[in-house]
């Protein structure tokens, strides 16, 4: 408890809750960072499919860029109508839900869980690949440094989601600031007639493998859709701004949308024109900042900050996803702890959770971005097309003032990201889109049976309308002892006055001893009976439970209480050294209608 | 428990215990295995030691074999005299505890200790190395071997002792029938000036490197001494022989040193007059057998039945540790549970403990015999020495018939000992021996700090003189709930008339939902007050336990029960959706005085 509490914080009230609200600057800071960071790897994605092509083909990623923003303009417009619609937190799940059934929500829930994992792995790879890039030396350990910063990342997401805000504000606007000087120094120099530094690594592809096919545009289309990843996670945090947060997340959505849409332009531009291809051990950002500053402090900085905001990233899905397992578990599809709140106003079991296969993902993947990524988007924008359709549906169901216009909005929407869908799940299938592909179904059976055992449950546990209790019934106590001392006489004392029938239980092993105690009994008793039994087996668990057994046959309505006289050492280690019995037999009694377990505890000084 | 029962077989009755007497043909089978397939490897060690010398140098492998035949013969004439003085069973640890006083028993105990855990793990090594003698394929498996062979030892342990002395007896004496007839025919041969085969093998030295010293000659005898180790093992075990035991336990042992003997010189005169020096990738035994009898049924049969009587050899310690486990366990010098009978009549604990630490072993030192050796013999000596000291003062003190004589063999028995384990100790201490030397200490201190917690307990737990047991005390019953449902009502039904004083207590998280709650409490509440905290945290584990802390402060004399409603699924996967908060509960709840745990099981159907 103590160092939870130096890890964590003191524990905040209810009250405080309010004034845990973002400000629009500070919910950039959080929110966003899941779709800004992604520059940081997406022009090198469609890079890398291009030069599979050969050098020449390389300027095609201008066009894809340019078809990706186009696509992001769509979606923002979309979202900032859910946002609007949906102020308490429209997140795929909800709107789903809401709009197409539980079905479709449930899809999107599965697809939003996936993604949250992704996010955080994908974001923690590429977060260490900017490092490696700029320290070389630090490659052979970037599984270590990953999961290490899956582990941080977890713990300052367990003191809550403020701290995190505060924490995180200052590297996300160094980030922007140091991007965008990066862009405009690389234009004037382009414009000057300045040459760039020429960048020497090893190319990640030797030689050309395909020809320039539609498929492959379609795939390096595919894998720069990895840009709008993260877009929607302002809508599922609306709740989370300051009033009016409808407004104010939008606002925050639509500046979100422009620095992205820029940045990522920019990047894929000034990549095109500094002729850069892809590096196996050094990132396109990475390149195009040592060919504008040489490596000195800017590089430096752009690599900090750019490694920054990606973790920041990582930061971003431990908002979200317990968020979403919240919802799932109020709804009965989770276990209902992931609906807790911790003591810091987070729910904390959702986070440990997040964070566990997260860094499966690095350990299992290597800690390689690139070999995430095809896992990635298909998740994202199946809950994108579904969020938006349920829009549809709504705005056909609701109407209401300019329904047209917004329905057009979100149809256009729903439309686009239903196609990009299909391309991503389709060009990415062979490449590892079928992991997730595979797993959504599992995830959904996951869902539907904690939704069956709960629904069980309730049906088990509810009052039927005729049920009256019944008056107290008989209850037989049995202490089982092996000695007389004054654990047992505590155990005793407690169970005097409880009711008529107690019986102290010895299981006589060696009768020597039996004997001694039975004398003891006498003198310590309290005039309570003691029940010898004969053990042929010599096991004492067998025995009590027989005994037992037979008690409840005897009288089949009474309860039997079992008072067992535990002796609690000082110091957690010594448990070995005591109660193995009391711990069997406790075990064997869980599952015995009718018989309640009291433990009586006899506290050891040392 | 049904695994339990297929794996281990029905349990036995103490009526029973009788017939699991052994006969002197299984007595032999069950525990002298230990001693007789020392012959597998004691000359090899022997050769290993001489050949750092020189191929010269193997010839002296014949006096260093007579010399440890005669320390055998004085070692079985001290120990036959033990047998009859301890009928009860004379490990070292009872003789040197009864006439030497507690440190000397603790340290025979902990050098027992030891090396029961390497009988299993050198004899298991052994084993599989006469397995890849006949297989070499198999030579890069052998760990797993090694492993795979513990775990079902284990096994078969835990079934009964009887059941292991029927399953091994037939091996043993194939080994023992097998083996002389490779001496007599590899003598005939000999004698008729038959050439022997030529083993081709990678040698085990590349050059001389070592003079020949005395030291080197007190080495071979120390390596030679592994030959020695389990002979005490029948001491050990005179209750389990059938009547008269001391008499059927004396024979027998007088047996096993003659086959011991014989089979030892013959091998180490075998391997002298066959020009064999230490192998690789083959042992001692294996190439004699192969010279003999050539790659045929005989050779395969050979190696087989050495294999099993090795494995044999480690089912021995499988008998006489937990028995030395249990007897530390009634003196408290162990944790009692030791000391706790399975119901297999065997001490499954010790077992369970044994096997793993073996399994250690042979992980850590890579299944290599040669490796384990220099640990082994020492702490075997040690407790051999011990014993014939506590068997001296005995005669001292006791006198009786004959007493002197019995003195002199017992006093040659110590001295003879002593000696040994000073030469053992020395030579081998660099090559692994002292990790033996450093353990015992550890091992000691362990006992004693259990023996001390347990003492301070008993001081703590025994009943005053003058201490009656008080008048029964007020009890406030405490039902935490969380809504209303059957498990609640159960609890409540459970919980009324065994106290004046029951509270329901309800944490308020919800306002809307508690005030829900406490409408349907008005109908069902069966008249209990219902008391609603307000939780300014969310915490509901905090607010209960200040409420609970509150109740005791206001009666200081008094018990708080606290009745939790547990809900038990029917699957034990499905805890995980269930009774999260009961289970912080009670882990909080535990370290309170006065404070009583009460479940009241709701079992689900489904």
Redesign the interface.
Known sequence: MFLKRILLGS?????QAAHERLSKRLALAVFSSDALSSVAYATEEILLVLILVGAAALSYSIPVSIAIVLLLTVLTLSYQQIIYEYPAGGGAYTVSKANLGIWPGLIAAAALMIDYVLTVAVSVAAGVAALTSAVPELLPHRVVIGLATIILVLLVNLRGVRESGKFFATPTYIFIGSLFFMLGMGAMRIMSGQPAEAVVCQPVVAETTEALTLFVLLRAFSSGCTALTGVEVISNGVSAFRKPEPRNASITMASMAIILGAMFIGISAMAHHLHITPCADETVVSQIARATFGTGFMYYLIQISTMLILFLAANSAYNGFPRLASLLAKDSYM???MA??G?RLVFSNGIVFLGGFSCFLIWFFDGDTHALIPLYAVGVFLSFTLSQAGMVKRWLAKKGPHWRKKLAINGIGAVATAIATVIIGSTKFMHGAWIVVALLPLIILWFRS?HA??E??DE????ERD?R??Q??K?TIIVPISG????V?RA???A????ADIRAVLVNIEPEQSAKIEMQWAQ?G?GVQLVVLP??????L?TLLDYIEDTLEKDPQG?V?VVIPE???ARWW?N???N??ALMLKGAL????R????????????
């Not at 524990?11 to 009250?15: D, F, H, I, M, N």
């Not at 053990?535 to 004492?540: D, L, N, Q």
Request: with cysteine; hydrophobic share 40%.
């Open positions: 524990p905040l009230k209810t009250a276990p209902h702890q807790l709140m003591d904690i055992h709960y069980a449950v088990q546990i509810t009052l049920h209790p019944p107290p019934r209850n007389v001392n004054r654990a006489i005793l004392d407690y005097r006055g409880r009711s310590w309290c053990s042929p087996y010599r096991s004492v067998v309860w209480t002796i609690l050492p010594q070995i050294l005591h193995q019995r869980l599952f015995k209608d018989v309640v377990l009291t433990d009586v505890p006899f506290h050891l000084e040392r």
